[in-house]
């Protein structure tokens, strides 16, 4: 299943803002929670870093139990890996996928290196993996997918200089510098090599002896045994006691790639537990091994880590305080990594490409997570509750005359999920589909009667009855992939779908399709119907493969011809849309970088919408409350922001009371 931003067009109807920008500002809120991919520990201090996949550096400095962003000047780039310096309290090295950047205030902001993209790229150098060398901490090694190979630097991460001569395999994913000499370094790659460089980095020899022609994702040098030398693959673990002269499996531990599940031990570290050094494995689905005797041999040791998916595990022995980095949170643990709790307060990391507002209550507002599943909020976001199994959540949507009925399309093997109680529960319901976990895309038609969905195999489902029963009776239709389904609110069986090539119309509830027009050059993503004139339509162009968006489209005759918007959205990564149904002409699109922009004219001109306290302007899911009192954004991997409109209404805190409903040309 692919990873696609941009949630599926809820019709949110309410009285629209006129408020002049600027005089209120966004707020970052929850649902707290997200993938953790990486972790580093300062030590002297007690701080713990955690980077994410698209949501830079989270910190705590209470061992775990309160978190903030600390992305001042880094942004929210995808973070690999973090170290901490052994020596300097405070400064922090991380490798992204735009290169290398260094903080010296424990991460109150952060300052590119010369390991960076050049102005206008997608992404800069995708630097995988850095360390300190233990014994000296002016030294510093990454390692880059790239012909850079191994970066080096002698002045504690602030200038860089290239080092690849010997290294034959360009995609380094891992490195791990002796504890004894900052002069031995190893680096390994994706397609299961291995080097080792006794000069500081100057050349580099092979050194993978036994070792599988596997992926090799982590290394660790034994901080009391430096011969010893312990490497994670997609075959589990290996062990040297030779400099990596020479390899051999190791007795236990998670078994690398098994079946449909990756069990490869990503993270390597080491502690001293009780007096007892120890060595750790953490395996996103294998969970946590321990080794008392140099990496020999294997124990697993956690009880209820595995089902959370560890990345990475570090120990703050002096505190006795373990730390998890998760695949959906992050992981707290006071005995040694034996027993867990989730201490995510504050740890706003969740990647929400759609959200939603209860079509009574402007109180009441939903996140579909990509990963964690549905969270409901009842006081404006400022506290949120899981409503359903963890899932991929790419579509949700209220039904337009029962506001209890909702439905969300998620992936992982969920399907369509069905709520009766406003979305305080959810059940399944996939009678009559394909394959359930490649569904991605989710829309009800005007009337009400009938709900379409799609897969990312080009197939398109429709349903009847409520959800009860799915039935493909496609004509027309060609396609790879289904992306968006976007219904009419006002004609009672169009709709449009956007797929891998082109835009598509039904006018007969899903049976028969024909292409919606011309002037749409590449692959369509969101689409949004004007909700007070079925003749105008808006199509937005997200990223895909590395290649930024081209802006977003407009038809005025019902999409026969498209023409581009241009002006302020035409270089814009366009990735979602909401329309204020009770307000003629307003809409937001949700851009990828350049946060949201606003149209008074039904889309044909659009100005840049506050960006204050909008501090990730990456923003994959938006919808209006009730009466247009607020906005809500889901950002990729910040969670999400909220903006009350000044002057609209004051919300007075949790509660679920109904407002009057106001339709479309009411």
Do not use: C
Not at 494 to 505: E, G, P
């Amino acid at each position: 299943m692919s990873k696609r931003a941009g949630g599926f067009m809820i019709i949110i109807v309410g009285a629209a803002a006129t408020s002049a920008f600027g005089a209120a500002s966004w707020v970052s809120q929850g649902p707290f929670g997200g993938a953790a991919d990486s972790v580093a520990l300062d030590a002297s201090n007690h701080a713990v870093y955690a980077g994410n996949f698209g949501g830079g550096v989270q910190k705590s400095t209470d061992m775990g139990l309160h978190w903030a962003p600390a992305n001042t000047g880094l942004g929210n780039t995808t973070v690999n890996l973090l170290a901490a310096s052994p020596a300097a309290s405070g400064r922090v090295v991380v490798g992204t996928q735009n290169g290398i950047w260094l903080t010296t205030n424990g991460g109150e902001s952060w300052s590119a290196t010369n390991v960076i993209g050049k102005p206008g790229d997608f992404e800069g150098p995708d630097v995988r993996a850095v360390a300190f060398s233990p014994s000296d901490a002016t030294r510093v090694y990454a390692a880059q997918d790239g012909s850079a190979g191994v970066w080096r630097s002698t002045d504690s991460g602030a200038h860089w200089t290239p080092s690849a001569a010997g290294i034959t395999d360009g995609f380094l994913v891992a490195i791990a510098v002796d504890p004894t000499s900052a002069d031995i370094v190893y680096t390994s790659t994706f397609s299961g090599h291995l080097f080792r460089s006794t000069d500081g980095g100057e050349t580099w020899a092979e050194s993978d002896s036994g070792l599988p022609h596997t992926d090799i994702d982590s290394i660790l040098v034994d901080p009391t045994q430096p011969a010893t030398v312990v490497a994670g693959t997609g075959n589990g673990l290996y062990r040297s006691t030779d400099h990596g002269a020479s390899w051999h499996p190791a007795a236990g531990g998670p078994p690398g790639n098994s079946g449909d599940k990756d069990q490869t031990p990503y993270g390597l570290s080491a502690a001293t537990f009780g007096n007892v050094p120890t060595l750790y494995a953490a395996s996103h689905f294998g969970g946590l091994f321990a080794s008392t005797d140099h990496g020999a041999t294997w124990t697993r040791i956690d009880h209820d880590l595995a089902a959370f998916g560890p990345y990475a595990f570090v120990f703050d022995t002096s505190a006795g305080v373990a730390y998890a980095a998760l695949d959906g949170d992050f992981g707290h643990s006071l005995d040694g990594g034996v027993t867990w709790s989730i201490a995510n307060d504050g740890y706003a990391a969740q990647y929400v490409p759609t959200v939603a507002f209860d079509p009574d209550s402007p109180n009441i507002v939903f996140a579909g997570t990509w990963g964690n599943g549905v969270f409901r909020s009842t006081d404006s976001g400022n506290t949120w509750t899981a409503t359903s199994v963890p899932a991929f959540v790419l579509g949700l949507l209220f039904d337009r005359h029962d506001p209890n009925v909702a439905y969300f399309v998620g992936g992982n093997e969920v399907g369509i999920m069905k709520s009766t109680d406003g979305g305080r529960s959810w059940k399944a319901m996939n009678s009559g589909l394909g394959p359930v976990e490649e569904f991605q895309a989710l829309a009800q038609s005007g009337s009400g009667d009938v709900l379409l969905t799609g897969d990312f195999h080009g197939n398109v489902y429709r349903s009847t009855d409520g959800g009860a029963s799915w039935h493909k009776a496609v004509t027309g239709l060609s396609a790879s992939s289904i992306n968006f389904l976007a219904a009419d609110p006002i004609a009672a069986f169009t709709f449009f779908v956007a797929t891998d090539s082109k835009i598509f119309r039904t006018t007969d509830g899903g049976v028969h399709w024909a292409p919606s027009g011309s002037g749409y050059p590449g692959a369509p993503g969101a689409i949004l119907v004007d909700p007070f004139s079925s003749a105008i339509l808006l199509a937005g162009s997200p990223s895909a493969y590395f290649t930024r968006g081209t802006g977003a489209w407009r038809s005025v005759n019902g999409g026969i011809s498209w023409t581009s918007v241009g002006g302020a959205l035409q270089n814009q990564t366009v990735e979602t849309f909401a329309a204020d149904p009770a307000h003629m002409g307003v809409i937001y699109a949700g851009t990828f970088g350049g946060g949201v922009y606003r149209s008074t004219d039904h889309g044909a001109t659009w100005t840049p919408f506050t960006a204050a306290g909008l501090v990730n302007e990456n923003v994959v899911g938006l919808a209006v409350s009730p009466h247009g009192w607020a906005l809500q954004a889901g950002t990729d991997s910040t969670s999400t922001f909220r903006y009350d409109f000044p002057g609209r209404h004051v919300i007075a805190g949790p509660g679920t009371e109904a407002v009057p409903k106001v339709h479309p040309r009411d």
